[in-house]
């Protein structure tokens, strides 16, 4: 599975790269965009077809209820730990590596918001670190699950509904899809309003 | 994505795939590993393609990639102790 995702990655990556700066063979929009979004909708009806088929796997969503709902709150809180300590680490603005820190991977909204609420240069780091947090998600998901069950839904965070939903699930089962699916709806609903009460701060 | 029709985009094919699943699940087995694997792989070739053509993320990889691999390394291994010490709590 692991060498068809990074394989799907690398080629898409340098076709897009190739179409963007030399072919121009298609608007981009069409595959980053429209393309991306048919698959995503096809996989998220078959996710939760295999779901609703596997009796085993709506009986453990049944025995965690409710309490999966506590997760996103978890992956903010650390999160945030995450971005003060990396700030301190790197000897930059706290309050700024704690906005980019609670964007959780969501690298489109990071980019323009924290470039506008904290400045050109925090709003490139953001785009990057969540870009990467995002990358490293996938990329690293087969290791995560070894360690818990649940790490890759705390490390995928606001990506968890869509771009690492699908290896996550092959990697720790049907039954994780409520759960990875409303963490990542929760923390993307979430995070421009942790951001901009971080930027209250400054 | 916050963009309320993108979300209903998302959450329509979910719950309609879990309830035909659920009317479906005495019948005989659906295998549905293969055509997923092959969904995936277009999935993930169009987020490489969105990397990929976007000039303003590559070029920003040099100049802050240091700085950002440390965020989210920590932040990730943090997001991970959290939630692995949240389960505890509540029992998850």
Not at chain 1, 34 to 62: H, P, R, Y
């Amino acid at each position: 599975m692991m060498k068809y995702v990074i394989a799907a990655l690398t080629l898409g990556v340098a076709a897009g790269y190739l179409n963007n700066n030399f072919l121009n063979a298609i608007p981009n929009a069409v595959v980053s965009d429209q393309l991306f979004n048919l698959s995503l909708i096809a996989l998220l009806f078959v996710f939760g077809l295999s779901f609703g088929l596997d009796k085993e796997a709506m009986d453990k969503m049944k025995k965690t209820g409710p309490k999966i709902l506590a997760f996103p709150l978890f992956v903010v809180l650390g999160s945030l730990l995450g971005g003060l300590i990396g700030g301190l680490i790197l000897s930059i603005d706290v309050t700024g590596a704690m906005a980019v820190s609670a964007s959780c991977g969501w690298y489109t909204l990071s980019g323009p918001l924290i470039g506008q609420l904290f400045g050109t240069q925090f709003g490139t780091l953001g785009f990057a670190a969540n870009f990467l947090r995002e990358l490293l998600t996938i990329t690293t998901i087969p290791l995560m699950v070894k360690v818990d069950k649940y790490a890759p839904v705390a490390s995928g965070g606001a990506t968890t509904m869509d771009t690492t939903l699908p290896v996550i699930m092959r990697y720790c089962g049907s039954d994780m899809l409520i759960t990875a699916f409303s963490n990542g709806l929760i923390l993307t609903l979430i995070a421009p309003f942790t951001i901009i009460t971080i930027a209250s701060f400054i | 994505m916050l963009n309320p029709i993108t979300l209903l985009n998302l959450i329509i094919p979910l719950v309609a795939g879990i309830l035909l699943g659920y009317l479906l699940r005495n019948r005989k087995r659906i295998k549905l590993d293969k055509a997923s694997l092959a969904v995936i792989v277009i999935l993930i070739f169009s987020l490489g393609f969105g990397i990929g053509s976007n000039n303003e993320l590559l070029n920003a990889m040099p100049k802050v990639g240091f700085n950002a691999l440390i965020i989210s390394v920590i932040t990730i291994l943090f997001s991970i102790a959290f939630v692995m010490a949240g389960r505890r709590m509540v029992r998850a």
